[in-house]
């Protein structure tokens, strides 16, 4: 009986440029921070304290996101930088 030759899938894994990783880590801080203002200012306009309890969680949770692309972001950077 013959053996089926099977494809490997490269998956996450894959040899993505470093460049797009910037553009895609760059794109990403630019929506997160920007949803970070925003929940940050429904924060401090809102009165009820569902509305108060939600757009805190939601700040803190987008402040944290967008720090971490900022990490991300200097990384990919320092690791462009060194490449030359």
Do not use: H, Q
């Amino acid at each position: 009986m013959a053996r089926k030759s099977r494809r490997v899938s490269k998956g996450a894994s894959a040899n993505v440029p470093l460049r797009n990783k910037v553009e895609i880590a760059w794109k990403n801080l630019v929506i997160f921070l920007i949803l970070f203002i925003f929940s940050f200012i429904l924060y401090s306009v809102s009165a009820s304290d569902f509305f108060l309890n939600l757009f805190g969680l939601l700040s803190i949770i987008f402040g944290f996101v967008s720090f971490a692309l900022v990490i991300v972001l200097v990384v990919f950077l320092i690791l462009k930088s060194g490449k030359k």
